[in-house]
């Protein structure tokens, strides 16, 4: 059954259906109407965003006269367009930048940030490890797929970003090692699909890990999906404390109880000195 919009609708989300932006995004109609084929991609947009928001305020950066984002892998912007647009009516005066390596899509939305009247969202066409411009208070990747959330992940660890937001997809470097392992735990899986989640599983929690390793609060969150992301699995982490070695102990038990060499965000971080040599 086809949903139909009416105002009565949205009135309770924190972005409302004439807003600007979304006009400019092909999201609502001149009317300031949700079209009806958008009405999951509006729901998304405002489910993150009340997720985003209230992880931002649990940051000092609400204190700040500067909030600035970078959006790894923003695809169509919506997101990135969402969290512009409510850090600047909460007073944050926002700087955000979107990097992609699809040229179509980075042209698509420099010109929507325009006709929005976003002047400080900007979009920038390459990869994110060639777009390195220092500090942001927050990192966020939802279209990462596979090593390249790590290395989003590292982007804000390395900076000490306060608010680290991703959604994992399409992983298979651990899958590697799990087919090769010969721990106890590895033998009672042999359905290569389940092997493959557990495989997915490994690698968030070794995500949520090394996160807290470096002093983040993590939260692991169902995600409503979309049609860019495969997973329903939402990883949050606010910066919070020191690092702390106890989490390295953890990860490594972790490692040789499941039988897998480790993740690219571990080697990325020794190599950086932030994890000790062994």
């Known amino acids: 059954m086809t949903e139909i919009h009416t105002h009565n609708r949205d009135k309770n989300y924190r972005i409302q259906g004439d807003s600007l932006f979304l006009k400019a995004l092909g999201v609502s109609n001149d009317a300031g109407e949700v079209k009806p084929s958008m009405y999951s991609k509006y ?5 993150f965003i009340e997720l985003f928001m209230e992880r931002m305020e649990r940051t000092q950066a609400i204190k700040q006269n500067r909030v600035k984002v970078l959006d790894i892998g923003s695809g169509k912007g919506y997101l990135t367009f969402a969290m512009y647009d409510q850090l600047a009516k909460s007073g944050l005066n926002p700087k955000v930048d979107g990097v992609d390596t699809r040229s179509e899509m980075v042209d698509f939305c420099n010109d929507a940030a325009q006709a929005s009247g976003f002047e400080n969202l900007a979009f920038h066409n390459m990869k994110a ?21 790590d290395d989003a992940l590292f982007y ?9 937001v991703c959604a994992p997809c399409c992983q298979h470097e651990v899958l590697l090692s799990l087919r090769e392992s010969e721990v106890s735990n590895r033998k009672f899986i042999s359905h290569g699909l389940l092997l493959q989640k557990q495989a997915d599983l490994i690698t968030d929690n ?8 470096q002093g983040y609060q993590v939260d692991v969150i169902d995600f409503v999906p979309t049609e860019h992301t ?24 972790y490692k040789k109880a499941f039988g897998f060499e480790g993740i690219k965000l571990e080697f990325l971080m020794r190599d950086a000195g932030l994890i000790r040599k062994e």
């Open 206 to 213: 070794s995500r949520v890990m090394l996160l807290k390793s």
């Open 230 to 253: 495969q997973k329903n699995t939402l990883i949050a982490a606010v910066k919070k404390s020191k690092p702390s070695l106890d989490h390295i102990v953890e990860y490594e038990a």
């Open 129 to 149: 490890e060639d777009f390195v411009q220092g500090y942001y208070d927050a990192i966020v990747a939802l279209h990462a797929c596979d090593t390249a959330t």
């Open 156 to 164: 804000g660890i390395k900076s000490k970003s306060k608010l680290i």
């Open 43 to 47: 729901r998304q947009i405002c489910r």
